[in-house]
């Protein structure tokens, strides 16, 4: 196909995904997109063709706007340090429980203690890649309740959810005093976006925070990318993953910013590396970072109070038609527990015909999220469905209630209160400013790049387009397949032309990275089952063997 085709070959597939209203939440939420900021980064060759800025004398722009990111990160989870984004809030929670098995004490490691607790409360995917991730560190995981955990010197760590999978918001602080007292560190997955209105996880003791930016500008885009980030104490920097924009000065006394703590597998002698990951998504951290620019500090914590505010007027309605609504604190997301009657399938059916999806976990219940771009209309809608079901008549909302989180919950301290969250907050100052960093940058709008392919640097503006188109942008990826066919036929498009230009049998598109690659790809060879005395250089011959597939000579 011509460019010109394909263009229309991508708006076709456009036109098979629906866009449904979705509330399904699960860590991925609507977002009031900032024009701004997809005009001037994401659809801007100068943002986008851009290398890893290891070279920081041509690349002053985008580490400012990284170290701007960090700075936001440190500020909302209350932590001291935080690196420059990870790949997504799943690996960063795998990172997080890696980070913390390596810092187990010299008597520790001599003692084999390897045991790591993860709360059952925590988002599905996030569990799953913990689960592969501890497999080939022979970490063995500890699934339980956080509440009816008895830490004991067994354990080097532990990990919670905050609000928790199901939209609880509990009190933590016991807990993480107790697993404190046995010895191990606690790791916590947070909403950052609620962390503008609740006490974050650095005051209540937690020593890594880990999560996903995609609430802070980022379209869902049926899953990705986004970015997620990854935050700790001072004391544990050193092994902390992925890439950590610091400050320097020049030879002439002034600031200049430079990567710093260079700890990755690329950077130094690989067995002394603390991570593989050396990678940051370093657009959408940017993105996400501007984003928390553009509004500050009191434009996050009014968008926070608006999504609870959604939530609790929409728990009060829904309880005045007879559902009772199981969380007794929450921030954004409701579990309502169905009278005797009413189905499931009931809801979704109702759901489904007003182009609505809610979630559907397998207790029975049904899950409900509200997010930025949540209306009073749409709360109308939702509450019309429950009514509907119930045989029931609601009463209509005309306003958010004007309730707050409990006390105990409330964030007292300020936060991102450097200049550059406090200055940019219209079109016209947000541009500049992005176009004066843009200035201080190197990419492919200037020259050639001779350092190595991981950026969208190789991808044609013709396939970048359908990023913003809200058919893409806007699935979430948990909808219904037939809701998603432009997408499921994308990969399948995509997986078909990779089968055939390297003659395989299967193409997996899970790694996100080339560091996840070449984890995912070795890992692969382990579970090969090689006979005894063969080496995992025998990796092809078995395939040809047992796939009947034609290998290159070489």
Known sequence: MSEFEYLNHLRSLGSKNKQFRSFIGQGYYGVALLSVIIRNVLENPSWYTSYTPYQAEISQGRLEALLNFQTMIIELTGMEIANASLLDESTAAAEAMIMMFNSRSRDAVKAGINRFFVDEDVFLQTIDVIQTRSLPLGIELVMGKYNELVPDNAFFGAFIQYPAASGELRDYKEFTEKVHSAGALVGVAADIMSLALLTPPGEWGADVVIGSSQRMGLPVSFGGPHAGYFATRDSLKRSMPGRIIGVSVDAQGNPALRMALQTREQHIKRERATSNICTAQALLATMSGMYTQYHGPEGLKNIALNIFRSACTLSENLTKLGFRQLNSGFFDTLKIELPSGITQQDIMKAALDRGMNFFYPADGTVMLSTDEITTIKELNTVTGIFADTAGKKPVPITELCNCNPEGKFLRNSLFMKPAAFNRYHSETEMMRYIKMLERKDFSLTHSMISLGSCTMKLNPATSMFAMSWPEFANIHPFVPANQALGYHQLMDELGEAL??????????????????????????????????GEGTENLFLYLHQHTGQTLPAQ
């Open 499 to 532: 089968k055939e230009i390297t003659g395989f049998a299967a193409v997996s598109f899970q790694p996100n990275s080339g560091a996840a690659g070449e984890y995912a790809g070795t890992s692969c060879n382990q579970g090969v089952p090689f006979k005894q």
